[in-house]
């Protein structure tokens, strides 16, 4: 099975650094994803971490270890938009049938100025 | 159109009608998926379709079904709707079935009463 746990609910404030982790266990682990979701909107597309280390695209970066089942978001210099919930993703499945998201629950981060 | 997207925006339906959710892109992506996400659990699949011509059952595939007659078209059929039904409904499109970042359309927002 899958079990993907990452924290319900974080604050923080403008100019700030903040990490949102994710733990998972899952079969056929084949990436992870990070998603940003505002409120009434439809999910994006943060990163894709595939191989363990740390991914950096701008104010955001994303770190992976397959080994301890471990993933973070790193959100710097923080701004009121990102006040948003941060979806983790595990790809999951084999190259033949494809690969489903299994999407965790999120963590809804507040920025506040 | 550009992207993906979903109709309806929102509806309202009795329990026990058929109901039909449409999904159209326009990125010739070869991979869709159907998800619906219920505050509290998240981002859950219900059925996807790695090509044309081919579905498969995600998460939640009770209750739903999905036909993939082109590229461009997933729609998802309630065929007959119950209240636990009632949810956001997220459409999205991958370029492959492998680990690919999956764009999402606008939502669907469905109430079966």
């Known amino acids: 099975g899958q079990n993907i746990d990452q924290p319900t609910e974080m604050t923080a404030t403008e100019g700030a650094i903040v990490q949102i982790n994710c733990t998972y266990q899952t079969s056929g682990f084949n990436g992870l994803f990070w998603y940003q979701q505002h409120a009434g909107e439809a999910p994006t597309f943060l990163s894709y971490?595939?191989?363990?280390g740390l991914e950096e695209k701008g104010r955001f970066s994303s770190f992976l270890s397959r080994s301890k089942g471990y993933s973070y978001l790193l959100l710097k210099e923080l701004q009121m938009k990102d006040s948003a919930s941060y979806l983790c993703a595990v790809g999951e499945g084999s190259n033949q049938a494809g690969t489903a998201l299994i999407f965790g629950k999120g963590t809804t981060l507040s920025v506040s100025s | 159109i550009a992207g993906i997207t979903q109709a309806p925006t929102s509806q309202i339906l009795a329990a026990g009608r058929r109901m039909t959710l449409r999904c159209t892109q326009d990125m010739r992506h070869n991979a869709m998926y159907w998800y619906r996400q219920d505050l509290g659990l998240g981002l859950r699949l219900i059925h996807y379709s790695n090509t044309a011509g081919t579905t498969g059952k995600g998460e939640v595939p009770d209750g739903y079904s999905v036909s993939r007659a082109n590229t461009d078209d997933f729609p998802l059929t309630l065929a007959s709707a119950v209240p636990s039904q009632t949810s956001v409904y997220f459409c999205a499109s991958s370029r492959s079935g492998r680990a690919d970042e999956q764009f999402f359309g606008p939502g669907t927002r469905l109430t079966v009463l």
């Open positions: 971490n595939v191989l363990d």
